[in-house]
């Protein structure tokens, strides 16, 4: 058991990331006045849940600095910002719905990839405000990753 069905799921996830990163240009070039994560695109009662969810689910390989780890790559940072600078909080929740944890041991709903990307972006430094983040993907779309 184990290294072929390694391999092969490594290399459906690389696949998957950067199908995403086409998908996510294709809906920039028709956005007419970009909204940002800059423009308080969350709640802070989202933030708070994402918090708790992402404690359970998530913080055992990830850090929001620091080097990437055996693990996994830290979810905040320069790095971390340049890397998705100018693409969608569509793809960046879309990529956690689908593909995090690794291992599928924790499936999460809509609302729940919502939290935890609320969660991400504070801990990232970006400002709560009264609108949650959708659901839907349309409205995640049109709202874009922007470094500090
Ligand atoms: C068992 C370890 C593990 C767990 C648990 C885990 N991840 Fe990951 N994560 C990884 C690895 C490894 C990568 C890098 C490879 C990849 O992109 O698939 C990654 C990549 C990512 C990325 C892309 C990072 C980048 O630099 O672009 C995001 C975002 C992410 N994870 C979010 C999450 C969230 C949110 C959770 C909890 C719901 C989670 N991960 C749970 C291991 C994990």
Known sequence: MGVGRTISRDAGRTGFWSALVVLGAAIALHAQAPVTVKDKVFTKEQAARGEKLFARSCAKCHLFS???????????????????????????????????????????????????????????????????????????????????
């Open 66 to 148: 620091g080097p990437i780890t055996k693990d996994g790559p830290p979810l905040g940072g320069d790095v971390f910002l340049t890397k998705w600078d100018g693409k969608s909080v569509y793809e960046l929740a879309f990529g956690i719905k689908l593909g995090m944890p690794p291992d599928g041991s924790v499936v999460l709903d809509d609302e729940q990839t919502s939290d935890v990307v609320a969660f991400m972006l504070k801990s990232n430094g970006f400002t709560e405000g009264e609108k949650a983040l959708k659901t839907d993907s349309t409205a995640r779309g049109l709202i874009f990753v922007k470094g500090k």
